[in-house]
């Protein structure tokens, strides 16, 4: 194994250590909210996507990164702006109360 | 300057890995979600910005229009979603991210291949897993929302030898794996991996559907961002890998959660296909002997009177709540419940719906104080003292044979205890059994009289027939 593929390993483990610890205790009301806020985050395969989509000369390499991009981008804009859109809901409703 | 810049492009991951830890913190509270889904949203502009300094990023005209593309409509489908759809809107977003992982990576090995190199061992290993992980993401989403949609049947499909089927397939990756190590530069055996993990992704979701949908969609959830990691890995990028392992361990928590709301492990809901065919345990004596019973049903107006007269109600909403739309309509009701001095709270099972906390988003969408939605545990040692439980659109979680029928299917499922209120009442739309196939013995017992009905037609009858009192 070479050294990146290591690294990224240990990365990784720590990374999900960290998730558990922090989302681990998450009242019912926000389960939605939660899935789809954390699912604009997994929009960040948009960070590979420009690094593949980035080559000047067109290529199927290319072409595939700028399909990835489009589809990244709706995840994570949509997915961010939809959360805010029912978290805004449960606000509205605290401020009535 | 030039040596500087892949520094600062390393730090600006590491500050938007920061913010998207404390956002998903922060979105695990009631009073911070909101800035905590803000912080995310900032995190992943600053990792955007960034990469595009990187120096092998120079295509800008084509990735701006890809970006606004995706902006677009990214910010349509965010609008125009009806809260009752979020289960579709979810899972659709999920399969774009699997899509778009499982694609870097396809990219990344035509680019490699393409320059005439052949991949390192551990590049090859991290791009065949990359393409299972997006491609199983990527179909198995698209065919959950389509069921959700209802674009095709939602109830479980199986067919002959369907797990003898799955394992074959699982066995052709592995061999098409192994070959693709062997002989890092060929294409065909790429294309089969490819091909492969699409037609898992579709194989596992086909059997699983109807109630057990928050199970799956947490899980595909945590694959999108395990796929994420895995591209992470294939690009050695520090923060694809950090939040892609973040979202894999909430979508994991989260499947968890909902698994142990329904008292089954993992893999009985994953490869069970629950509910595909009428139990054999619960048919058999229990039919029978409810065909002796009676069901009472009454008309709305009774109904309205028995809600009116009540000191504490108790709604429990199901998925046939969702499906009529009829959040509204119920939280108008419980406006004019509370007018005639009837308290009124609402009783959440944590799998209502078709994914975990949909109850939660429709009443509050109602604008349903939260203060007044209660959790299972919270609930049932409140029944007793219940003078009428509405149940609305919900079937399995209010089955008492989960408490003692040891052989029906859900036996042992956590319930929401409503046989314990004084009266009941359940709208349904006929009698046809829940989810598990399973006949519910509540719409039984003396105590429970049935308003047989769309949701949203009885409780405006019902709100009408309040108001009259």
């Known amino acids: 194994m070479t050294e990146a593929l290591i690294a990224g390993i240990i990365v990784f483990v720590l990374a ?32 590979g996507a420009l690094l593949v989509a980035g080559d000047r000369n067109w290529s199927l390499s290319v072409i595939l990164g700028l399909i990835a991009v489009i589809l990244s981008t709706i995840n994570v804009v949509g997915g961010f702006l939809v959360t805010d859109r029912m978290l805004q809901m449960f606000k509205k409703k605290e401020v009535k109360a | 300057m030039n040596e500087l810049i892949p520094s600062a492009i390393q730090i600006s991951y590491l500050v938007a890995a920061s913010l998207f830890i404390i956002g998903l ?40 229009v890809g970006i606004l593309i995706g902006s677009g409509l990214g910010a349509i489908m965010a609008q125009k979603v009806e809260m009752t759809a979020m289960p579709q809107m979810v899972g659709l977003l999920n399969g774009f991210g699997g899509a778009a992982s499982a694609l870097v990576a396809v990219g990344e090995f035509w ?88 037609v898992l992704g579709l194989l596992f979701v086909l059997p699983i559907g109807g109630a057990d949908t928050p199970v799956v969609i947490s899980l595909l959830n945590s694959f999108s961002g395990l796929a994420a990691s895995a591209a992470g890995f294939v690009l050695a990028n520090n923060i694809l890998i950090i939040a892609g392992a973040l979202v894999g361990a909430s979508g994991i928590i989260l499947t968890e959660i909902m698994c142990r709301a329904m008292n089954r492990t993992l893999a009985n809901v994953l490869f069970s296909a629950f509910g595909s065919k009428p139990s054999v345990g619960a048919g058999g004596s229990d039919t029978r002997t409810n065909q002796d019973k009676v069901v009472r049903s009454i008309d709305a107006d009774e109904g309205a009177m028995m809600l009116g007269y009540a000191k504490l109600v108790v709604i429990v909403p199901g998925y046939g709540m969702a499906v009529a739309q009829a959040q509204h309509s119920v939280r108008e009701l419980a406006d004019q419940l509370e007018r005639l001095g009837v308290e009124v709270k609402y009783a959440i099972h944590p799998v209502a719906g078709r994914m975990p906390g949909h109850m939660n988003v429709l009443l509050a969408e109602a ?81 429970t009289v049935m308003l047989f009905g769309s949701a949203r037609d009885m409780v405006t009858k019902l709100i009408a027939g309040v108001k009259e009192l």
């Open chain 2, 111 to 198: 680019k490699v291949i393409h320059a005439g190199a052949v991949p390192p061992l551990d590049e090859t290993i991290t791009i065949i897993l990359s393409v299972l992980i997006g491609g199983v993401t990527l179909t198995g989403s698209l065919l959950a929302f389509a069921k959700l949609q209802e674009l095709v049947p939602g109830a479980p499909i199986t067919f002959p030898l369907q797990q003898p089927v799955n394992l074959l397939l699982l066995l052709s990756f592995l061999a098409c794996g192994g070959y693709l190590i062997a002989n890092p530069s060929s294409q065909a055996a790429f294309l089969g991996l490819t091909a492969l993990s699409l």
């Open chain 1, 16 to 47: 999900t250590f960290i998730g558990v610890e922090v989302i681990n205790k998450i009242p019912p009301t926000l389960h939605t909210p939660l899935m789809s806020g954390s699912n604009a985050i997994s929009g960040i395969s948009l960070v």
């Open chain 2, 367 to 447: 604008n349903v104080p939260y203060t007044q939605l209660y959790d299972m545990d919270d609930i049932n040692p409140e029944f007793e003292r219940v003078d009428v439980a509405l149940v609305i659109g919900a079937n399995d979680v209010v089955n008492p044979a989960a408490r003692h029928n040891t052989s029906s299917p859900i036996y042992g499922m956590p319930i929401l205890e409503v046989d314990r209120a004084s009266h009941t009442i359940v709208i349904k739309r006929g009698m046809s059994a829940g989810f598990s196939g399973v006949e519910n013995e509540l719409f039984y017992e003396d105590k």
């Open chain 2, 25 to 64: 913190k922060q979105l695990g509270s009631p009073a911070t979600a909101r800035r905590g889904n803000l912080l995310g949203a900032v995190g992943m502009l600053i990792a955007i910005v960034a990469t595009l300094l990187d120096r092998s990023v120079l295509n800008y005209e084509m990735i701006l």
